[in-house]
Every structure is written in C-alpha cells, then in structure tokens.
C-alpha cells in the first residue's frame, strides 16, 4: 500500500468536494463513519425490509431506503473491477488534460504574444486566469454535485472544456484568449475537483491506493508532460495549433464519456432508488438518508463557503501547512516560466528543447512515488504511537528536496557546465514537491477527519491562488537579480518554510489539541458512538429469527 492508499481508506479523500461531503459518508457505505448530526436526531429508529429488498430505517414515518444488502451490484463499491477502472480513467483522463492545458499554454506563450501583439504580462496572465479558478470555482459549484450528482458536471465540464479551445484557437486578440481562459478554467476546475471523491465511491480502502496513485501522478507529472508535447509544436507552428490538438483530444474524451460515464456518487443512486419505490408503491414515505437530512441549498452554500474561512482563521496547523505548500505550488509555476528563460538565455536551447527538459519532472514525479512507498512503511510503524504526524515522513523528505534541488538547478546554470546538471536540479526539486503535494493531502485528512475537506478546500484556495499570480512577476524577478540571484531567493524561502513539517511533527498534536475543530470531532466521535451502541441493542438478534444476522 501507498502513501495514497492510506490516505484513500481516511474518512475524507483529497478532493476539494463541498465541506459537507464527509458528512455524508455514513449513508454513502458499508461502514459507520463519523456524521452530522441529524435535524431529527432522538427519533425512534425501527428496521424494516424495504419493497425492493433493501435495508430500510423509518424516523418519524420516513422510511430510509439502503442498499439490498452489502452486496448489492447497484452499489458503486460492488461493481467490477473492469468497470470501477473505467469509471476512475475518467477522472485520471480528466485531470491529465486539465494539467496539459496549464503547462501547455505556458510553453506557448511566446507565440501569444507575437501574433496577438501582447506584452509578455498580459500573455501570461491566460496561466493566471485559468488558475484562479482552481481555488474558487469548486467551493461554489461543488454544492450541485450533492444534489445533482457526479456524472452531469464531468459530462457537462467536458463539454464546455473541449469547446472553449475553439476560440483559443481563432483567436485575433489577447482579451479573447484571457476570457476563454477563465471559462475553460472554471470548467477544469469543477470536474478536477471531484476526482478523488469518485475514487472513494467506487474503490473501498484498501484497493484504492494505485487509482489514487494515478491521479496524483495525472494531477502532477502531467503538467511537466505538456511543455514536452508542446514544444516543438510551439516552435514549428504556434499556439493556435496547442489549442487544435487540446481540443482534439478533450472532443475525443467527452465523446467517450457518453459510454463510459455512470454515476457512482451513493448518495444520489439511493435517491432516485427512493424515488423509484415512491412512484412504484404510491407511497410517498419512501427518502434516502442524505435527502432527508440535508439541509436548503443556501445552507450548503453557507457551509461550503464559510468553514473553509473559519478554519483558515483559527487553525494553525492548517495555517502553517497552507503556507508551506502554497509557496511550493508557486515555485511549480514559477519553472513553467523559468525554465525555458534559463535554457534560452544560458543554454541557448530552442522552445522545443527546452520543452523537452520538463521530461526531468515526469521523471521526479516517478522517483517521489518510490520514496512514498518507503515512507508509508515508516508510517505503518510509527501511526499508532505518532498518530497524524506520522503521515509528515514524506513531508520532511520532500521539505529537504525542494529547497535542495532549487539549488542545484540555479547553481548548475551557468554557459560553462552541461545543460544535464540544471535537469539533475528539476529531478529533485519536483520529487520534493510530488511529495509535499502527497503529504499536504494525508496529514490534514487524519487530522481533520470529517472536516477534512474544508481544511482541503481552505488549503486549496489559497494555494492556487499563489500559484497563479507567481508567474506574473518570474521573469521580472530573473531579469532583475539574474539567475543565482533570483534562484537563490527562492532556495532561501524554501529552506526557512521547509522547517514546517518538522515543527509539526513534534508540535502538531499539542497545537490540534487546542482546536476548537479537534474537540468539537471529539464530542461527534463520542456521540456517533452512543448511537451505534443503541443501534447495535435495537439490531440485537432473537433467537430463532431468520435473517436476522444480516441486519445493519
């Protein structure tokens, strides 16, 4: 098992679904997770077998509608092992293209800027606007897929995805390009977002770890894959031409989902089920759990919105760890300008060539996967005894790396040394952050837990918000301080920010201690398990009944 496979089997998964996501768990699988509190808590709770079979609870005449058993084929969990992969390439597919689209803008902005007569700012700030969406747009949106489920906005988002590379592509003026940028942006963003929530749907703990494997690798290493394809693409025929073939192969995916996509979100499967009994039987009782006690969609918005802030204003774990890692998010989109600039200008490598360079970030992304393996060893030794802090081995490797490879890449830069050494640099500079952006996920869902995604969510926001404005001023800071001067700086912020998992690991548990957040889970921990424990009692078998063993 993985570093991700472990962080998959936590109650929440790295993705930036809505804040209430994790709150809904318990209705959504086989096994009892922490969850909300329910407006109609104190209800009697009577079991009963349901029309179609299933497990059915009923609260106050509301008859609860459940899976038809554990193994149920209609739930996602129980499906096939050929179509559960189908389902996650999807979202793997999905991620890749999105990360080609920001990497792959970035190796053409040369073209933008000649052809549409922009100032080299202004044809960077199409990576800005694509970016901002990632923090935002999510924190929104996501609220639909609680009410409307998974499938329409990936299928949607493609949509909309694939054709805004059309104007892209015939575009006669830079404000063209930036407005597309955004829509295209949001449109990535949304369905990106949902990624690891459709991998925890359908994969149970301990199969998930190489799917979210996968995805990380989709949501890192594709983006060094883009200046690969791209360069000479960019070199021979411009960026009108990177559009084409991003929308080729995104009309291509859309076209697949037509046959591929299902729904796999539990909750939104149980509701049609209810819906289905309710218009089968007349009887108008029949309500999954999540609708019944969900609250208005204005309440969900409030939620979404609103604890993210509230945690980023009173948690300093996660304060500490969104600063590290939204620093190292800015150093990722700082390369996608600085890299060619440095191979141009010391190197004297063409846009192709230097495109091809980016190859040493597939190959950090490969080489961070392997030292994950190693730590999630470390992590099931020490878990026990350490608890979430266990999760920050990879975080205290990779906070060495990235300031270390920052290092070599500036100091490897210079006319009279081979171009192989700044490579050697990006190697390690992006095994370092491949394993910030693994344990970023990790350590703040076992330390949050049911409000895990809200942490992630915060965390989200704010790093891609740096991520987008960094490249904005890259390439005045390397005019400025020159290449050791400018690559020095960020070797020193990286190193001081560096300090962070360390801090944490010895400090981290007495600091979540403190968290208004750790004991109000802590009192949801309790309660849930009072709940169980009468439920347990109300379940117990009589003896003699049939059937009985198969009670929830």
């Known amino acids: ?177 930036l407005v597309c940028r955004f829509i295209s942006g949001i449109a990535g963003s949304t369905a990106v977002s949902l990624v690891g929530g459709t991998l925890a749907d359908v994969w149970v703990g301990e199969e998930r770890g190489f799917p979210m494997a996968l995805f990380s690798f989709g949501a890192f290493g594709a983006t060094g894959l883009g200046p690969v394809a791209f360069g000479y693409v960019e070199l021979k025929l411009g960026f009108r031409w990177i559009n084409w073939i991003l929308m080729i192969a995104s009309g291509i995916f859309t076209l697949a989902l037509v046959f591929i996509l299902d729904e796999t979100r539990a909750s939104v499967l149980l509701s049609r089920k209810a819906a289905r009994l309710r218009k089968e039987t007349g009887d108008d009782r029949y309500v999954s759990r999540d609708d019944f006690e969900r609250g208005s969609f204005k309440v969900m918005m409030q939620t979404s919105l609103g604890r993210p802030i509230k945690m980023l204003c009173t948690e300093p774990v996660l304060v500490a760890f969104t600063v590290w890692i939204s620093f190292t998010w800015g150093v990722l989109y700082i390369l996608l300008v600085a890299v060619p600039l440095v191979f141009a200008n010391v190197f004297h490598f063409n846009i192709g060539e230097s495109g091809l360079t980016f190859s040493s970030q597939i190959v950090g992304s490969f080489v961070g996967l392997l030292v994950d393996h190693y730590c999630e060893k470390l992590y099931q030794r020490k878990a026990a005894k350490r608890g979430p802090e266990a999760r920050l081995y990879n975080a205290m490797v990779g906070g060495i790396c990235v300031p270390l490879g920052t290092l070599i890449f500036t100091f490897a830069s210079y006319s009279q040394l081979h171009w192989i050494g700044p490579c050697i640099g990006i190697v390690v500079l992006y095994t370092g952050m491949f394993l910030v952006y693994l344990s970023c996920f990790s350590y703040l869902a076992d330390s949050y837990t049911l409000y895990a995604s809200s942490a992630l969510s915060a965390m989200s926001f704010i790093r891609n918000l740096v991520g987008a404005v960094f490249p904005l001023f890259t390439t005045q800071l390397y005019n400025a301080l020159g290449v050791q001067g400018a690559g020095g700086l960020t070797a020193g912020l990286a190193a001081l920010l560096s300090a962070t998992p360390f801090i944490l690991y010895k400090y981290g548990a007495k600091l979540r201690a403190r968290s208004p957040f750790a004991k109000e889970l802590e009192r949801l921990a309790v309660k849930e398990q009072e709940r169980l424990e009468k439920e347990g009692a109300r379940c117990e078998p009589k003896e003699g009944a049939a059937g009985d063993e198969d009670r929830v």
């Open 1 to 177: 098992m993985t570093h991700s496979a472990a962080l998959a089997s936590t109650p929440a998964t790295p993705s930036t679904d809505s804040p209430i996501e994790l709150s809904r768990r318990s209705s959504m699988s086989n096994a009892p997770t922490l969850v909300a509190e329910s407006p109609r808590e104190g209800a009697g709770l009577a079991e009963e077998k349901g029309p179609g079979g299933g497990k059915t609870g009923e609260v106050e005449g509301v008859i609860y509608v459940n899976w038809d058993g554990p193994n149920d084929p209609a739930n996602p969990l129980n499906w096939s092992k050929r179509r559960k992969w189908a389902i996650s390439s999807v979202g793997i597919l999905f991620c890749s293209l999105v990360s080609l689209s920001v990497s792959g803008y970035a190796i053409g902005e040369g073209s933008v800027q000649t052809e549409l007569h922009a100032s080299k700012e202004l044809a960077l700030l199409g990576i800005t606007m694509f970016t901002l969406t990632f923090g935002g747009a999510p924190l929104i949106l996501a609220p639909f897929s609680e009410v409307y489920g998974r499938s329409y906005i990936y299928f949607a988002s493609a949509i909309v995805f694939t054709l805004f590379f059309l104007p892209q592509a015939l575009a006669t003026n830079i404000q063209t390009i």
